[in-house]
C-alpha cells in the first residue's frame, strides 16, 4: 500500500530552494509508488515562470532585479506568478488513483477537486472555471489575468493558479493559492495592466476573514479524505538536504532561468 506524507515549511524558503525541493520529491516518487503533499511559502515576493516561457515575453527582468524580487523558472508548464503573500501547494505523487485511468487532465481535475473541497469547508463560495479563449493560453499573459479549465474561481474570478508535470511514472503539481495581492509588482514585473490582473482574479482575504493556520488545515482534511487515510509527517534526511541543496543550485543559474 503507498504512504503518503505530508510537508508543511516552518519557514519561508529562497525561490531555489522551493523549487529543488518540488522537484526532488519528485524525483523521489519515480523509485516506488509514494506520495507527498507540500505547503510552503517564499522569502521574498517571486516571480516564476513556466518551463517553455520565453523571458522576454513572460517577464521584465529589470525591473525585477532593480526591486531585488526573487525569479525562478519551474519545471512544470503554466504562465508567470508572482509568488509573495499566499499559500504554495504541492502534489507530487506516483501512487496509481493519478495514473490508473487518469490522463493529465484528469489528475489536474482530481486535484482541482480536492482544493475546491478545502475552499467550500473555510465557507469559501468557490467553484471550477470552464476556462477560458484558447488564444489566452498561448499568449505570454500572466497566471492570474485568466482561468483554465478545472481552475477554481469565486464570483467569476480566479483565487487559484497551478501547474503540472507529469511523465509515465509520476506527477508533479504545485500551485498558489494568493492570501492577498500586490497588483503593481504583479503588473511591474510581467508588463500587465494592473487594472486587467484585479478584473480576473480575486484573493482569500478579499472573500474570506478565515485564518491561514485554519485554511492549510482545511486542505490537510480535504487531501485525507481524498485518498482516504491519515498522511504522515515528512522529515529530511542528511541526504535528502544534501541532494535538494545541489538541486537547488540548477535554479540559480542563468543556464536554467534564462534558457528560452
Same mark, same amino acid.
Given at each position: 500500500?503507498?504512504?503518503?506524507?505530508?510537508?508543511?515549511?516552518?519557514?519561508?524558503?529562497?525561490?531555489?530552494?522551493?523549487?529543488?525541493?518540488?522537484? $526532488?520529491?519528485?524525483?523521489?516518487?519515480?523509485?516506488?509508488?509514494?506520495?507527498?503533499?507540500?505547503?510552503?511559502?517564499?522569502?521574498?515576493?517571486?516571480?516564476?515562470?513556466?518551463?517553455?516561457?520565453?523571458?522576454?515575453?513572460?517577464?521584465?527582468?529589470?525591473?525585477?532585479?532593480?526591486?531585488?524580487?526573487?525569479?525562478?523558472?519551474?519545471?512544470?508548464?503554466?504562465?508567470?506568478?508572482?509568488?509573495?503573500?499566499?499559500?504554495?501547494?504541492?502534489?507530487?505523487?506516483?501512487?496509481?488513483?493519478?495514473?490508473?485511468?487518469?490522463?493529465? $487532465?484528469?489528475? $489536474?481535475?482530481?486535484?482541482?477537486?480536492?482544493?475546491?473541497?478545502?475552499?467550500?469547508?473555510?465557507?469559501?463560495?468557490?467553484?471550477?472555471?470552464?476556462?477560458?479563449?484558447?488564444?489566452?493560453?498561448?499568449?505570454?499573459?500572466?497566471?492570474?489575468?485568466?482561468?483554465?479549465?478545472?481552475?477554481?474561481?469565486?464570483?467569476?474570478?480566479?483565487?487559484?493558479?497551478?501547474?503540472?508535470?507529469?511523465?509515465?511514472?509520476?506527477?508533479?503539481?504545485?500551485?498558489?493559492?494568493?492570501?492577498?495581492?500586490?497588483?503593481?509588482?504583479?503588473?511591474?514585473?510581467?508588463?500587465?495592466?494592473?487594472?486587467?490582473?484585479?478584473?480576473?482574479?480575486?484573493?482569500?482575504?478579499?472573500?474570506?476573514?478565515?485564518?491561514?493556520?485554519?485554511?492549510?488545515?482545511?486542505? $490537510?482534511?480535504?487531501?485525507?479524505?481524498?485518498?482516504?487515510?491519515?498522511?504522515?509527517?515528512?522529515?529530511?534526511?542528511?541526504?535528502?538536504?544534501?541532494?535538494?541543496?545541489?538541486?537547488?543550485?540548477?535554479?540559480?543559474?542563468?543556464?536554467?532561468?534564462?534558457?528560452?
Amino acid at each position: 500500500m503507498s504512504s503518503w506524507y505530508f510537508i508543511e515549511e516552518k519557514k519561508a524558503l529562497s525561490p531555489s530552494m522551493n523549487m529543488a525541493i518540488d522537484e $526532488y520529491l519528485f524525483n523521489l516518487c519515480h523509485n516506488k509508488s509514494i506520495g507527498f503533499f507540500r505547503i510552503y511559502s517564499w522569502d521574498r515576493p517571486t516571480f516564476s515562470i513556466g518551463v517553455s516561457q520565453k523571458v522576454s515575453k513572460a517577464v521584465d527582468l529589470n525591473y525585477i532585479n532593480e526591486n531585488k524580487f526573487g525569479f525562478v523558472r519551474r519545471i512544470t508548464g503554466g504562465k508567470t506568478v508572482l509568488h509573495n503573500d499566499e499559500i504554495t501547494y504541492s502534489v507530487v505523487s506516483s501512487e496509481e488513483r493519478f495514473f490508473l485511468e487518469n490522463d493529465l $487532465y484528469k489528475s $489536474y481535475s482530481l486535484i482541482a477537486d480536492i482544493i475546491l473541497k478545502a475552499l467550500i469547508r473555510s465557507d469559501i463560495k468557490a467553484e471550477l472555471s470552464e476556462g477560458s479563449s484558447t488564444l489566452l493560453s498561448k499568449s505570454s499573459n500572466p497566471c492570474f489575468s485568466f482561468p483554465t479549465p478545472n481552475e477554481i474561481e469565486v464570483s467569476g474570478k480566479k483565487i487559484v493558479g497551478s501547474a503540472q508535470k507529469r511523465d509515465k511514472l509520476a506527477l508533479l503539481q504545485h500551485g498558489s493559492i494568493p492570501l492577498s495581492m500586490n497588483f503593481e509588482i504583479y503588473s511591474g514585473g510581467t508588463g500587465f495592466s494592473a487594472r486587467a490582473i484585479r478584473r480576473s482574479m480575486t484573493t482569500i482575504s478579499d472573500v474570506s476573514v478565515i485564518k491561514k493556520d485554519l485554511l492549510i488545515k482545511n486542505f $490537510y482534511i480535504s487531501f485525507e479524505e481524498f485518498i482516504g487515510k491519515k498522511m504522515l509527517k515528512h522529515e529530511y534526511s542528511e541526504k535528502d538536504r544534501n541532494e535538494i541543496g545541489s538541486l537547488a543550485q540548477k535554479y540559480e543559474t542563468e543556464k536554467w532561468n534564462l534558457s528560452i
